[in-house]
């Protein structure tokens, strides 16, 4: 649904910043006001998680490649913070944008330029059926670019560190009809209490079906084993499970540039014309209805656990934390509330399953609440209202 194009509007040079670079990697953070460094900010989780920093108060700094976004997205975070802020009485923060791949040596005149108090790393490749396909670019990417990255990082005293994780790092364990806990994959030996008794957990994964879910489990264990050879770093792994929906200005949403391969956007593109129907993947799932369920959650709700993981005081110096509602949805049901949401009807049509998917895939956030005092407040209803304002806003349908 490629709702924008590119433009040439609101890129920072490095004069913008806030001194001039100097020798990359002086070690001294420049002088002046103190930023979070956004990786991959213009996708559509970073991207949201930029404008939620700024609601928050924090001065954010972007850096995106573009390879799967669209630059114009900038002036619709800019346009929905300060919406925000002039309604709520805040003065808007400091936003700056460079487009350039993470892993270019470019980062380090930016790390020059800014006084960075943490880092929020979305700049992987995403898909599971592309992974598939495309296996070295993931590990390339995912893998060798995250350790490229915590080295370059490493040699600035950057060390507060929130990494997108995934889900997909449980594999096969989410068939097991429960909502998934963060001891059920951990990457060094963990002892903890469960139904009364006392439990270690034991590092390793179980069916891991792409390599992108591997990519993750690959970085995760990599950000452990880091945070435990030098507990100086403050590391949280965020495992996200369904993003869904739009910030409710409607004026930022999904819009990738690639075909998109998650749910709502898929659904979003019938109800445009830009696909003729939807395909739902395995109708003979172990699930009350045969479709394939999934813990939906608000991507503004997403969003502002990343704000609540920059804040959070955590005694250890690396800890994963679920991000999702707790609640299953099946596929249809997921369906039809974006019928409901849009008033209209949603072709679709029963497909065999894919290579990687998995029938069931629901959270347990309960170490989220407790630990970073996040709670998810949107419901499927209205991500569904969300999305369908931004699709009818951009495209008038």
């Known amino acids: 649904m490629a709702f924008y194009s590119p433009s040439a509007s609101s890129v920072a040079s490095f004069s913008d910043a806030s001194t001039a670079p100097t020798t990359p990697g002086s070690g001294s953070p420049p002088p002046g006001p103190a930023y979070v460094l956004v990786l991959g900010g213009l996708g559509f989780i970073g991207s949201h998680t930029a404008l939620e920093l700024l609601k928050a108060g924090k001065n954010v700094v972007i850096v995106d490649d573009l390879s799967n976004a669209f630059e114009t997205v900038l002036s619709s975070i800019r346009e929905a913070a300060a919406l925000w802020c002039n309604a709520n009485g805040r003065t808007v923060p400091a936003l700056k944008f460079y487009e350039m791949d993470y892993r270019s040596p470019g980062l380090r005149l930016v790390l020059d330029s800014y006084r960075i108090s943490g880092v929020i790393h979305f700049a992987a490749f995403k898909s599971v059926s592309e992974s598939i396909a495309q296996p070295l670019d993931y590990y390339m990417n995912n893998v060798c670019g995250l350790v490229s990255l915590l080295k370059t990082l490493d040699s600035y005293g ?55 879910g591997r990519s993750k489990y690959f970085g995760e264990a990599i950000l452990a084993d880091l945070a435990y050879s030098d507990p100086s770093w403050s590391i949280l792994a965020l495992r996200y499970f369904n993003p869904i929906g739009c910030d409710a200005s409607g004026l930022l949403g999904e819009d990738p540039r690639g075909v998109p391969t998650n749910l709502f956007p898929v659904l979003a593109q019938v109800l445009t014309g830009d696909r003729p129907r939807l395909e739902i993947f395995g109708s003979d799932w172990e699930t009350r209805d045969g479709t394939a369920v999934r813990d939906f959650i608000h991507v503004s709700d997403l969003a502002r656990g990343h704000i609540a993981a920059l804040d959070a005081k955590v005694d250890e110096p690396f800890r994963t934390f679920n991000l999702g509602t707790g609640t299953g949805t099946t596929v249809a049901e997921a369906h039809d509330a974006l019928e409901a949401a849009s008033g209209r009807k949603i072709p679709a049509v029963l497909a065999p399953r894919r290579e990687g998917d998995v029938g069931s895939c629901v959270a347990a956030n309960a170490r989220a609440t407790a630990e970073l005092g996040w709670t998810t407040t949107e419901s499927l209803l209205q991500s569904a209202r969300d999305l369908w304002r931004f699709v009818a806003r951009v495209r008038a349908v």
Do not use: C, N, W
């Not at 994959?185 to 069916?207: L, Q, S």
């Open 158 to 212: 950057i060390k507060k560190f929130v990494f997108s994780s995934s889900a997909t790092v449980y594999g096969t364990k989410a068939e097991q009809g429960v909502p998934l806990r963060e001891e059920d994959v951990v990457h060094h030996p963990h002892t903890y209490e469960r139904d009364g008794e006392t439990v270690t957990a034991i590092p390793g994964a179980m069916g891991l079906t792409s390599p992108y």
